[in-house]
């Protein structure tokens, strides 16, 4: 079975600093990789996606993320962080069956001044 | 396109109380999905359906059930409302053709059950 995990549960950070959030799957078959942000109180926004080709991913708002089969990892970063990004990120994989996506615990990105 | 809509938003609900969450979508998107989301524990999926007629249990489907009579509508429905069922529900589609894969989330529905 599909799983996702993410090491850390919250990452403290000061603002312009850099980040990174990791996550890592299982899967002997291929995948396809997501990472989705929830701001306080709301649903759950796409950030990026892997697919196929390119194994860096550049998504919205200044992120990006590295897809390393090798190491089954698909950690997120952004170079400088703002107040804004203070928010819970959400790692997912999602397998050929029904397309249905299984997602990692979360990670709180807490930025600071 | 309104999206993926939700309603309602909050939900206060007393031990063996019924409901039913209900999901639209306008996007004509083929599979739709439920989940749950607790502290701590990323989304859990609830069901799910391939198209209008067919749905499958997911990871946590006890204590509810749901239906798919139209592309748009997929109702998620608790019978006897229990205080493990307090969380966060979050309906999702998805279109399989043209290269989407991408999953659209609604703004969700707080549950509390007493």
């Known amino acids: 079975a599909q799983s996702v995990t993410q090491l850390d549960s919250q990452v403290p950070v000061f603002e312009e600093a850099p980040v990174e959030l990791r996550c890592n799957y299982s899967s002997s078959v291929s995948v396809y990789l997501f990472w989705y942000v929830q701001y306080p109180n709301q649903g759950l926004q796409l950030l990026l996606k892997?697919?196929?080709?390119?194994?860096l991913v550049k998504g919205i708002n200044g992120f990006e993320a590295e897809f390393n089969k090798s190491q089954t990892s698909f950690h997120l970063r952004k170079p400088s962080v703002h107040i804004s990004d203070t928010a819970e990120y959400f790692c997912?994989?999602?397998?050929?069956?029904?397309?249905?996506?299984?997602f990692g615990t979360g990670t709180r990105l807490q930025v600071t001044l | 396109n309104a999206g993926v809509t939700q309603t309602p938003k909050f939900r206060i609900l007393k031990i063996g109380q019924s409901m039913t969450l209900q999901c639209t979508q306008d996007?004509?998107?083929?599979?739709m999905y439920w989940y749950r989301q607790d502290p701590g524990m990323g989304l859990k999926l609830i069901y799910y359906?391939?198209?209008?007629?067919?749905?499958d249990k997911g990871e946590v489907p006890n204590g509810y059930n749901v239906s798919r009579s139209t592309t748009e509508d997929f109702p998620l429905r608790l019978e006897l409302a229990a205080p493990s069922q307090t969380s966060v529900y979050f309906c999702a589609s998805i279109r399989t053709s043209g290269g989407m894969n991408e999953q659209f989330f609604g703004p969700g529905t707080r549950l509390t059950v007493l």
């Open positions: 997912a994989a999602m397998t050929g069956t029904a397309s249905k996506l299984t």
């Open positions: 892997y697919l196929s080709g390119s194994t």
């Open positions: 996007m004509n998107h083929n599979y």
């Open positions: 359906s391939v198209g209008a007629g067919i749905t």
